[in-house]
Protein backbone atom coordinates (compact mmCIF):
# COMPACT_ATOMS: atom_id res chain seq x y z
CA UNK A 1 0.00 0.00 0.00
CA UNK A 2 1.06 3.12 -1.48
CA UNK A 3 1.32 6.32 0.45
CA UNK A 4 4.82 8.15 0.05
CA UNK A 5 6.13 9.95 -2.90
CA UNK A 6 9.97 9.50 -3.96
CA UNK A 7 11.58 11.51 -6.56
CA UNK A 8 14.61 12.56 -7.59
CA UNK A 9 16.15 8.92 -8.81
CA UNK A 10 18.37 8.41 -12.24
CA UNK A 11 21.56 7.76 -14.05
CA UNK A 12 24.70 9.44 -13.07
CA UNK A 13 28.43 7.98 -14.12
CA UNK A 14 30.58 6.71 -10.57
CA UNK A 15 31.31 9.57 -8.61
CA UNK A 16 28.66 11.15 -9.15
CA UNK A 17 25.98 12.76 -6.97
CA UNK A 18 21.89 12.52 -6.58
CA UNK A 19 19.42 14.00 -4.10
CA UNK A 20 16.25 11.92 -3.44
CA UNK A 21 13.35 13.38 -1.78
CA UNK A 22 10.23 11.57 -0.33
CA UNK A 23 7.34 13.80 0.30
CA UNK A 24 4.60 12.03 3.04
CA UNK A 25 1.20 12.40 4.30
CA UNK A 26 1.36 14.25 7.88
CA UNK A 27 -0.58 11.39 9.15
CA UNK A 28 2.68 8.41 8.25
CA UNK A 29 4.90 10.76 9.66
CA UNK A 30 3.39 12.35 13.24
CA UNK A 31 5.67 10.73 15.80
CA UNK A 32 7.76 8.57 13.72
CA UNK A 33 11.04 6.90 12.32
CA UNK A 34 11.50 7.22 8.53
CA UNK A 35 13.47 5.56 6.77
CA UNK A 36 15.56 4.89 3.20
CA UNK A 37 16.03 1.16 2.26
CA UNK A 38 17.30 0.35 -1.48
CA UNK A 39 16.51 -3.36 -3.20
CA UNK A 40 18.71 -4.30 -6.38
CA UNK A 41 18.18 -7.05 -8.55
CA UNK A 42 17.78 -10.43 -6.67
CA UNK A 43 18.57 -9.07 -3.42
CA UNK A 44 16.73 -8.07 0.34
CA UNK A 45 15.53 -4.75 0.82
CA UNK A 46 18.55 -2.96 2.83
CA UNK A 47 18.45 -0.75 5.18
CA UNK A 48 20.29 2.85 4.08
CA UNK A 49 19.35 5.53 6.94
CA UNK A 50 16.81 5.86 9.75
CA UNK A 51 16.09 9.23 11.14
CA UNK A 52 13.47 9.40 13.99
CA UNK A 53 11.22 11.86 15.07
CA UNK A 54 14.16 14.09 16.61
CA UNK A 55 16.12 14.14 13.54
CA UNK A 56 18.45 11.86 14.71
CA UNK A 57 20.08 10.45 11.80
CA UNK A 58 22.37 6.93 11.06
CA UNK A 59 22.85 5.70 7.99
CA UNK A 60 24.55 2.17 6.86
CA UNK A 61 28.29 1.54 7.00
CA UNK A 62 28.34 0.84 3.55
CA UNK A 63 27.73 4.29 2.63
CA UNK A 64 29.01 6.38 5.93
CA UNK A 65 30.79 9.37 4.63
CA UNK A 66 28.93 9.57 1.05
CA UNK A 67 25.14 9.48 1.93
CA UNK A 68 23.60 12.17 4.36
CA UNK A 69 19.66 11.60 5.53
CA UNK A 70 17.82 14.67 6.56
CA UNK A 71 14.00 15.50 7.39
CA UNK A 72 12.14 18.99 7.32
CA UNK A 73 9.35 18.33 9.94
CA UNK A 74 7.45 20.95 8.44
CA UNK A 75 6.76 20.47 4.83
CA UNK A 76 6.96 16.44 5.84
CA UNK A 77 9.55 15.33 3.76
CA UNK A 78 12.55 13.04 3.91
CA UNK A 79 16.02 13.52 1.71
CA UNK A 80 18.70 11.43 1.04
CA UNK A 81 21.85 12.99 -0.54
CA UNK A 82 24.13 10.86 -2.33
CA UNK A 83 27.25 11.47 -3.33
CA UNK A 84 30.57 9.35 -4.69
CA UNK A 85 28.22 6.98 -6.09
CA UNK A 86 29.47 3.81 -7.15
CA UNK A 87 27.85 1.12 -9.57
CA UNK A 88 27.03 -0.95 -5.84
CA UNK A 89 24.46 1.71 -4.93
CA UNK A 90 22.13 0.78 -7.90
CA UNK A 91 19.28 0.01 -6.93
CA UNK A 92 15.90 0.88 -6.44
CA UNK A 93 15.66 3.41 -3.19
CA UNK A 94 12.46 3.34 -1.09
CA UNK A 95 11.34 5.63 1.58
CA UNK A 96 9.16 4.35 4.56
CA UNK A 97 7.42 5.75 7.68
CA UNK A 98 6.78 3.65 11.08
CA UNK A 99 5.76 4.12 14.50
CA UNK A 100 9.60 3.42 15.62
CA UNK A 101 12.80 2.11 14.42
CA UNK A 102 12.25 -1.15 15.60
CA UNK A 103 9.76 -2.00 13.10
CA UNK A 104 12.42 -1.23 10.69
CA UNK A 105 15.08 -3.68 12.46
CA UNK A 106 12.96 -6.83 12.95
CA UNK A 107 11.48 -5.96 9.15
CA UNK A 108 8.39 -6.10 9.80
CA UNK A 109 7.73 -4.12 6.77
CA UNK A 110 4.04 -4.69 6.73
CA UNK A 111 3.72 -2.66 9.57
CA UNK A 112 5.09 0.46 7.56
CA UNK A 113 4.02 2.89 5.24
CA UNK A 114 6.22 3.04 1.87
CA UNK A 115 6.73 4.92 -1.68
CA UNK A 116 6.50 2.80 -4.47
CA UNK A 117 10.77 3.50 -5.31
CA UNK A 118 12.43 5.32 -7.54
CA UNK A 119 15.75 3.48 -9.65
CA UNK A 120 19.54 4.89 -9.12
CA UNK A 121 21.53 3.32 -11.71
CA UNK A 122 25.48 3.88 -11.38
CA UNK A 123 27.07 2.79 -14.35
CA UNK A 124 30.10 4.38 -16.70
Known amino acids: QVQLGESGGGSVQPGGSLTLSCEAP????????MAWFRQGPGEEREAVAF???????TVADSVKGRFTASRDAVKNTLYLQMNTLQPGDTAMYYC??????????????????WGQGTQVTVSS
Open 51 to 57: IDSDGRA
Open 96 to 113: AAASSRLVFLTRKFNLAY
Open 26 to 33: KYTTRGSC
